[in-house]
């Protein structure tokens, strides 16, 4: 009976220990003059990436800045900063979303990193075709890089001008070929207007390359998983790009697909796996340059939030890594 209750004792006494255990996301970094208080996951619940802006502000009255490290994240931010707030706490971050723009026009969202999601979708096309029809492709190390640059307020005109004239040569576009040489499918990491330009550099692609493409926007990585499976059942589909959400998790899946056809990935790479190219940007240079820009904006340093979809996308771990190599470098 004693030795049953000192046991008990030693497994209750263990209990907030293990309870307690923060991942390293959850742990504040150091770098440079910045404390980076921790990265905040919404698993792309736009609800929720508020809520978690609130919360932040709610725990961190002296917080200097909010992060996000997807499209979505910095409109949800400024949507959750009181407006007398408004410029006392700043606002970074990736794409450029609708929300984006607009907290930018306003002045109350500082710069954003823009991506090249037409160019993510129609270098995919053009890859699958190449490797269908036993092309070679240009690559260095396996990498199609579509570059990125920051906009801030006083860029933003030039680069929304070029943004209609690349969807309007995509609309003029629209329309599957009469008879499609060969059947590709692009599937996103989410559901967001992110992916419109996207959409349009697949109706581009169709209609270059006499190819038909069937465009799909997963809420998740079990919604993706539904896909693939879909795509090796139905078996008349020629080639995939993916922007892969889990790497490790879905890796056995991939392959299955890589066994049957050319599978490339954009956006979020899954290195590791059977993929033939990965197309997009650099997200540890990214990062990296939205590091240096957030020095350059706050030269005093301060505390940041980082907030995210979903740290175990490849994408959003090279962002944040090389965020924090951006903040500390001279």
């Given at each position: 009976?004693?030795?049953?209750?000192?046991?008990?004792?030693?497994?209750?006494?263990?209990?907030?220990?293990?309870?307690?255990?923060?991942?390293?996301?959850?742990?504040?970094?150091?770098?440079?003059?910045?404390?980076?208080?921790?990265?905040?996951?919404?698993?792309?619940?736009?609800?929720?990436?508020?809520?978690?802006?609130?919360?932040?502000?709610?725990?961190?009255?002296?917080?200097?800045?909010?992060?996000?490290?997807y499209?979505?994240?910095?409109?949800?931010?400024?949507?959750?900063?009181?407006?007398?707030?408004?410029?006392?706490?700043?606002?970074?971050?990736?794409?450029?979303?609708?929300?984006?723009?607009?907290?930018?026009?306003?002045?109350?969202?500082?710069?954003?990193?823009?991506?090249?999601?037409?160019?993510?979708?129609?270098?995919?096309?053009?890859?699958?075709?190449?490797?269908?029809?036993?092309?070679?492709?240009?690559?260095?190390?396996?990498?199609?890089?579509?570059?990125?640059?920051?906009?801030?307020?006083?860029?933003l005109?030039?680069?929304?001008?070029?943004?209609?004239?690349?969807?309007?040569?995509?609309?003029?576009?629209a329309?599957?070929?009469?008879?499609?040489?060969?059947?590709?499918?692009?599937?996103?990491?989410?559901?967001s207007?992110?992916?419109?330009?996207?959409?349009?550099?697949?109706?581009?692609?169709?209609?270059d390359?006499?190819?038909?493409?069937?465009?799909?926007?997963?809420?998740?990585?079990?919604?993706?998983?539904?896909?693939?499976?879909?795509?090796?059942?139905?078996?008349?589909?020629?080639?995939?790009?993916?922007?892969?959400?889990?790497?490790?998790?879905?890796?056995?899946?991939?392959?299955?697909?890589?066994?049957?056809?050319?599978?490339?990935?954009?956006?979020?790479?899954?290195?590791?796996?059977a993929?033939?190219?990965?197309?997009?940007?650099?997200?540890?240079?990214?990062?990296?340059?939205?590091?240096?820009f957030?020095?350059?904006?706050?030269?005093?340093?301060?505390?940041?939030?980082?907030?995210?979809?979903?740290?175990?996308?490849?994408?959003?771990?090279?962002?944040?890594?090389?965020?924090?190599?951006?903040?500390?470098?001279?």
């Open positions: 009976m004693k030795k049953s209750f000192v046991l008990l004792c030693a497994l209750l006494a263990a209990l907030p220990v293990l309870s307690c255990k923060k991942s390293p996301e959850s742990t504040p970094v150091t770098s440079g003059k910045f404390v980076i208080l921790g990265t905040k996951t919404d698993n792309q619940d736009q609800a929720q990436a508020k809520a978690n802006a609130e919360n932040t502000l709610q725990l961190h009255a002296d917080i200097g800045a909010m992060v996000g490290l499209g979505y994240n910095p409109a949800a931010c400024l949507d959750a900063i009181p407006p007398e707030q408004r410029g006392k706490v700043k606002v970074f971050g990736f794409d450029g979303e609708p929300g984006t723009v607009k907290g930018m026009k306003a002045g109350h969202i500082e710069g954003t990193v823009v991506q090249q999601p037409f160019e993510f979708a129609y270098q995919s096309m053009k890859t699958l075709m190449a490797l269908h029809n036993g092309q070679p492709v240009e690559a260095k190390d396996g990498v199609v890089a579509i570059p990125v640059k920051i906009i801030t307020k006083d860029t005109a030039a680069y929304e001008s070029a943004q209609t004239a690349l969807l309007a040569s995509a609309t003029a576009a329309g599957a070929p009469a008879a499609a040489s060969a059947k590709f499918v692009f599937i996103t990491n989410g559901q207007s992110f992916w419109d330009a996207a959409r349009a550099g697949c109706r581009k692609a169709a209609k390359f006499g190819i038909t493409v069937e465009f799909q926007m997963p809420q998740d990585a079990p919604d993706q998983n539904r896909l693939l499976e879909s795509i090796l059942a139905k078996g008349d589909c020629h080639g995939v790009a993916i922007s892969v959400l889990s790497p490790e998790s879905q890796g056995g899946l991939l392959q299955k697909i890589a066994d049957k056809m050319p599978l490339v990935t954009h956006d979020s790479d899954a290195p590791k796996s993929r033939k190219f990965y197309h997009g940007i650099d997200n540890y240079e990214a990062g990296k340059a939205l590091g240096g957030i020095r350059e904006r706050m030269k005093d340093g301060g505390k940041l939030m980082l907030f995210v979809g979903s740290i175990d996308s490849l994408n959003a771990s090279e962002r944040r890594r090389g965020l924090i190599d951006g903040l500390n470098t001279p």
